[in-house]
Structure formats: structure tokens, C-alpha cells
């Protein structure tokens, strides 16, 4: 005979319903982008009254801050080729995985100022810390562009689905794209490609 489940309580129902709502939050922002999301269409998705989304996050505003908010990767303080392993293993896993959060806000940021602050608060120390670790006079740059590469091959993968990336392997685009983070990460510039002092 199968025992009942436990009930739950109170704060667990709670906890349950926030993150039925925050799912399907994200999904939406992730899908449509913050201006065409509404209270209404999040509530349906979770199956929950809008006035409860209202309840527990107030304006589609909070909803949205909750919603996209964005772990921070955590990058060793070594050298170039360090930053190039986590840097990969971090886009791996985002590109075996729809990173809905991530999509909520590339998604929303064109259109929606509170996304491209938050955008940028999120990858703006990490962003140090890759400079920090190049060992070029360019390293800023060079840290842009891996940036860069890193958010492309996300929105080209999940959110504009052209080409191959929508469905290649993950293995098969990290090979691919390791060479040129290791070089962007690691290696001096030919002497033909380095700017005088002063050049603009």
C-alpha cells in the first residue's frame, strides 16, 4: 500500500507557487521580451491568479528583476589559459542547457533600459577580471571581444536560430572556438598587426 504524501505547509506552498511563477516568468521574458510579457499571460502559463503574481512581486517590474536575475561566473585569478577554460566550460553548459534567465534578459535589453542596466551590472565584473588576466597592452579589447563571442553564439543559438548553431553539439562548437579564445586570451599580436604609441 502507498503511503499518502506529507502535506505541505504553508511556506512550502508559498515557495512552490513563487517558483511556478518565476518559470514561467522566465520563459516568457526569455520568449516575447519584457514589452509584449504580461501579468496576465505569466499567471495563465503557471496557472495561478494574476492578482497572486501581483501578491508575491508587486509590478511586472519586480517580476522581471527576480526573473532575469544572473549568477555570476566565477573565474580563477591565474592567467590567460585558466580564464579560457571556464570562460569555455561556463558556455558549454548554456549551450547543452536553454538558459532561460540569460535569454530573459538579451531577449528584453534592446527594448527595456532596466535589462541593459541589469546586462551590464552582470557582466561588468567578470569583464574586469578577464582584463586582469591577459597579459596584453590590449586587454580590454581582447576581453570585449570574448564577451562578444560568448553572447552571440547564445542569441544566434536560442534566439535567432540561424544556421548550424541552433543544433550542433556543444562539443563540437567548443572545439571550434577554442583556438581563437586561446588566442585572444593568451597570445601577443603579430608585429605587423601592433599599433604604434600615439596611433588613434
Do not use: W
Amino acid at each position: 500500500m502507498t503511503e499518502p504524501s506529507p502535506r505541505l505547509t504553508r511556506a512550502q506552498q508559498r515557495r512552490q507557487t513563487e517558483d511556478s511563477i518565476l518559470t514561467a516568468a522566465r520563459q516568457m521574458f526569455a520568449e516575447l521580451g519584457f514589452e509584449r510579457t504580461t501579468i496576465r499571460a505569466v499567471a495563465r502559463a503557471a496557472g495561478v491568479d494574476a492578482g497572486l503574481v501581483m501578491h508575491y512581486y508587486g509590478t511586472k517590474d519586480n517580476l522581471f528583476s527576480r526573473a532575469a536575475e544572473l549568477p555570476a561566473d566565477e573565474l580563477p585569478s591565474g592567467g590567460g589559459e585558466e580564464i579560457v577554460d571556464v570562460l569555455l566550460a561556463s558556455l558549454a553548459s548554456r549551450l547543452d542547457g536553454e538558459p532561460v534567465a540569460s535569454l530573459a534578459v538579451l531577449r528584453s535589453m534592446l527594448t527595456n533600459t532596466d535589462a541593459a542596466e541589469r546586462y551590464r551590472a552582470a557582466a561588468e565584473p567578470q569583464l574586469s577580471q578577464i582584463i586582469t588576466a591577459i597579459p596584453t597592452e590590449d586587454a580590454e579589447l581582447r576581453a570585449s571581444l570574448l564577451s562578444a563571442i560568448v553572447h552571440g553564439v547564445i542569441i544566434e543559438r536560442y534566439l535567432l536560430r540561424l544556421g548550424r548553431l541552433a543544433d550542433a553539439s556543444p562539443d563540437r562548437i567548443i572545439e571550434l572556438l577554442r583556438p581563437c579564445f586561446q588566442t585572444l586570451a593568451t597570445a601577443e599580436l603579430p608585429p605587423s598587426l601592433v599599433r604604434p604609441a600615439g596611433a588613434n
